[in-house]
Every structure is written in C-alpha cells, then in structure tokens.
C-alpha cells in the first residue's frame, strides 16, 4: 500500500508569492493534518481535517488555509509568502474513523515538501 | 498547555554502544499518549514507539527499549548496540485527548543522533 504522498517535493518561490502543497492519505484514512518544521526545530501543528471540515487550527496567520477533498486528499494554501515561511511541510494522516476514536493511533507522515522563500 | 522538551540537542556515539535519549513532557491532562519518531534525512517522519499515560509498563522491542515515568513526566528511549542507520534526528511527542486538539502531536526540538562507525 503506498504512505502519505505530498507533492511538490520541492520548490523555491519569492516573498509575496503563494503556493499550494498538496497531500494523499494513505487509503482508508480520512483525517490530515499538516505541520511546518522550520530548520533545527520540531514540528508546529497548522491545521487538522477529518470528513472535509477543518477540526484543528494551531497558531498560524490566516495566510494559511487548507482544504480537504471528497477523496480525502488536501492542499495547503500559503499566500503573501514571507521569508520565515521557509520550511518542511509534512503532510500526515491517521485512521479516525470518527471523532474520539483512533486518537491513540500514530499519525503516517509523507516526506513532505520543502519551501525555499527567497 | 501541553510542553515536550528534549534537552540534548545533539548526541554523538560510537557503532555497538547503548545511546538514550530523554525526553520531558508537561500536560495537565489525565489522558495522553506519547510517541516518539525518527526522521532521516528524506525528511519523512517514521514512528518509532507509542506509549498510553495510564500503562507505565516499560517494554523492549528488539533493539528498542522506552522508560516511561509518570512521577517525573519522562518518557526516555534507549536503543542497544546503536547502528550508523540509526543516525537520525528523533523526535519525542505529546498527544492529548481533548476534542479541540485532536490528533495534534506536540514535538520536542529534537535530538540529532550520530552513530559513528
């Protein structure tokens, strides 16, 4: 069976800019979430999606949205791009099958994409 | 608020020798899970081990083992005969069980872990 997939892997945009990361669960998990990790640190819980609707939002600007489509799949939506926004973007979903259950289940990661703001 | 700190930020050993790495975890929270993860250079973040607050049992698994201590928020991780594939940077992990957070992982900062042949 094939893990998370994100895609691009990498990519180098300029401040200002927007960009779109998109991300594949593994088959049969309906929850994705998204993290940042910025160089040397963890990383940084953005947003949670289970069943299409947002459900998690950690302390990120509203320059970061997300969706989450009938398949399952997502994207991530950076606008206004600002150097600091340079980072690892891991995608990773887990088996919830509803609200409560499966939250003692490890979250899968993809290799995630890496964005160079320049 | 949930907190993991990892206070070695880098450990350096030789091929064969036993390495842990610690972890400390704060939460005010009766139910959590803690994990840890390992992250190669592809980047991709693998799960290593996951542990329920209310089973303190400590278990090995193959070279694997994991000291977890409620009374002193600790979740510790030491693997045996360390291998040059197990230089990575390996995160510990702090879930909770509230409906607002669901699924959100807490990370520590890391602990680069270089095995040298």
């Known amino acids: 069976d094939a893990g998370v997939t994100q895609s691009p892997t990498h990519l180098i945009k300029t401040r200002g800019q927007q960009v779109t990361l998109r991300c594949s669960p593994i088959?049969?998990?309906?929850?994705v979430s998204w993290y940042q990790q910025v160089l040397g640190q963890g990383p940084q819980f953005i947003f949670q999606y289970y069943e299409k609707e947002e459900r998690g939002r950690g302390n990120f600007p509203d320059r970061f949205s997300a969706r989450q489509f009938p398949n399952y799949s997502s994207e991530l939506n950076v606008n206004a791009l600002l150097l600091g926004d340079s980072a690892l973007y891991l995608c990773?979903?887990?088996?919830?099958?509803?609200?409560?259950?499966?939250?003692?289940?490890?979250?899968?990661f993809g290799e995630g994409s890496r964005l160079t703001v320049l | 608020a949930q907190k993991v700190t990892q206070a070695q930020t880098e450990i350096s050993v030789v091929e064969k020798e036993d390495v842990t790495l610690d972890c400390v975890y704060e939460t005010r929270d009766t139910t959590y899970y803690l994990f840890w993860y390992k992250q190669p250079p592809s980047g991709e973040l693998v799960f290593l081990i996951r542990r329920n607050s209310f089973d303190e049992q400590n278990e090995i698994s193959g070279r694997y083992s994991w000291n977890f201590q409620k009374s002193t928020s600790s979740f510790n991780f030491t693997i045996t005969a360390s291998q040059v594939v197990d230089s990575a940077v390996y995160f510990c992990a702090l879930k909770t069980d509230r409906g607002s957070t669901l699924g959100r992982l807490y990370f520590g900062r890391g602990t680069q872990l270089t095995v040298w042949p």
């Open positions: 088959s049969g998990h309906k929850s």
């Open positions: 990773a979903s887990s088996r919830l099958t509803q609200l409560g259950e499966g939250r003692t289940g490890e979250l899968f």
